[in-house]
């Protein structure tokens, strides 16, 4: 029995050293890796859990030599030694692959993961353009890991030859308030979502980065607001990019608004969260889930359509827009990795200074006719 469990896997406890260890058999010899130790992991059900993946490895490991490659296999792989440590992009990656790529292609040979097949399929999922491009792209990654990891020769990865209809087209365009429709909607918020609306669109922050600030991200005396990390599914993770992290200035009224909000929660201790849930006794911020629907219903009841939470975003944008910032600034008030992004993703003329801008030229035109 110890040798059949030692051909699956087994979890062991090192007394030495007071960790756990998973131990499994490969090409006849014995191998073992760490998992962490009895502090991290108290029982060994719990040690057995965070084994998972590594259990799914050794019980179907990737063939080589000629032999044949499945998706499946390659996919239980790419979760152990090279599946992104980032929630929001873990979480997504493993939505693609549990909803698409492994129903579809699981059983499959890689190399049977082709081009026109791949395409052809695409075409037929009931998804966004959008969508399409990231499934895509994951199944670009897959390639590239197989390659890497000397399953398929190196070659040129043939969901390069794979196109989308309609990928560069967006099915539905980005929605951006006015002021008048923001006051509205911000009239119906009671606390702390007022608060919370005020930061997202004076700053222009992705929920994530607003829902993760703690009172000492606010660097009272010289008026800043220090953006550190970010909160997806109450995970909390690095910002989106390296650029995402950054000092931004407090105008003088928002640090008002944030000094009065701060008298009045039970959570003002410089590692609470701006916006601690009373329901996880300040532990964690409001959910997602919770704000989104918060917002929804005060949009409805201001009358202003559908406004979710990154709207306040391309809001700010579009905003910066109207007041002349140039360009430049925009990104970097965006906080953006690339100014195509500032330019052509967010942002749109909410208020009449394209009728303005029009009549400034036809004037030119027709001046002295």
Known sequence: MKRVRLQTGSV????????????????????????????????????WKAAHLLRLKVENPVQQDG???????????????????????????DAWLR???????????????QARP?????????????SRV?????????????????????QRNPMELATIRGATKRT????????????????????PFHTMALACVCFGLRISECLALKWRDVDWLNGKLNVERGIVRQHVDDVKTIYSQKQMSI???????????????????????????????????????????????AATAAGVGKVGTHTLRHSYRSWLDAVGTPIAVQQKLMRHTDIRTTMNVYGDVVTDEMAEANSKVAGLALNGL
């Open 134 to 154: 990231h499934i895509r792209a994951l199944l670009h990654v897959l390639w590239d890991y197989a390659m890497w990891r000397g399953d398929m020769p190196t």
């Open 251 to 297: 105008n003088g009224e928002v640090l008002g608004v944030l000094k009065a909000a701060r008298q009045v929660t039970q959570f003002s201790a410089g590692e609470d969260w701006v916006f601690a849930s009373p329901a996880q006794l300040g532990r964690l911020p409001w959910s997602y889930p919770h704000v989104w629907r918060t917002f929804q219903k």
């Open 99 to 113: 909803n698409h790529v492994v129903p579809r292609w699981g059983e499959c040979e890689l190399s049977e993961l």
């Open 172 to 191: 539905r365009p980005p929605r951006s308030l006015t002021v008048e429709e923001f006051r509205k909607f911000v009239k119906q918020l009671e606390e």
């Open 118 to 130: 791949v395409e052809l399929w695409l075409h037929t999922l009931q998804l966004s353009p959008k």
């Open 67 to 93: 032999m044949k490659v499945t998706v499946n296999a390659l996919v239980s792989n790419y979760r152990v030694e090279k599946m992104p440590k980032r929630t929001s992009t873990r979480y997504g990656y």
């Open 12 to 47: 062991v406890f090192d007394k030495r050293i007071r960790s756990w260890n998973f131990l499994w058999r490969e090409d006849g010899h014995r191998r073992s890796k760490a998992i962490g130790s009895i502090r991290d992991y108290p029982t060994k059900a719990s040690a």
